[in-house]
């Protein structure tokens, strides 16, 4: 299929997801991606930071090292580089559709209004490292900081950034919530106190919408 209107240009579709820590992205990745291998395409699942070798060793530091927020962003930037170039580029010149688990509307919403690094600094870096490549389509849970804090405690140990108070992803969320009023068209806003068969049933329809699941 071929995908004129993507800003990346290549004949893939790219699909990434966002929420705070908890709001329930990775109860949906798998069945999102069995959804539209349904439809006989290639999917590729990945996530940042990660998704090489590489990359992934520079999760590990960025999840559980001590570092500046300069650090901190420059390394994001590094993974997503390692990440574009070496896996999401080719699978989306193969025609695949890829899923990421975050991408750079993470660095927006954590390192921008979470940690106060200044948006235009990240945006200089998204051009310089990124080109054109942005996912097509953004799926966004929005969940109230509290609640996924609940969620968290339940399901795992805590690593660096899941370690924030309330008040941290009060701003990460807010950071979302104008990325999504700065381009309103790439993402579909999902309520994640919602349960998950409604909020799949959503995400079938969107998917279904764009041609990507039957
Ligand atoms: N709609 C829902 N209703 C109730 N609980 C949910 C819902 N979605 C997910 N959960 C639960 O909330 C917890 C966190 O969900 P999940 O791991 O999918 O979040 P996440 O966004 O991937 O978090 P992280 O960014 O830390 O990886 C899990 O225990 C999951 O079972
Ligand atoms: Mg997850």
Known sequence: MSNPDASHGQPGRFLSVEGIDGAGKSTHIDWMADRCRESGREVVVTREPGGTP????????????AMGIQTELLLVFAA???????LIRP???RGAIVICDRFTDST???QGEGRGVAPAWID???AAVLKRLRPDRTYL????ADIAAQRRAAARAAD????E???????VRAGYARRVAEDRGRFLCLDGRESIDALRSQLAADLRRLGLAG
């Open 108 to 110: 927006h919403a954590y």
């Open 54 to 65: 590489l990359a992934e060793r520079l999760r590990e530091l960025l999840l559980h090292e």
């Open 160 to 163: 660096r950034f899941e370690q």
């Open 80 to 86: 997503r580089s390692e990440h574009a170039a070496a």
């Open 124 to 126: 200089q870096l998204e």
């Open 141 to 144: 849970f929005d969940l109230p």
């Open 165 to 171: 108070d309330v008040a941290f992803f009060e701003r």
């Open 91 to 93: 699978a989306l010149a």
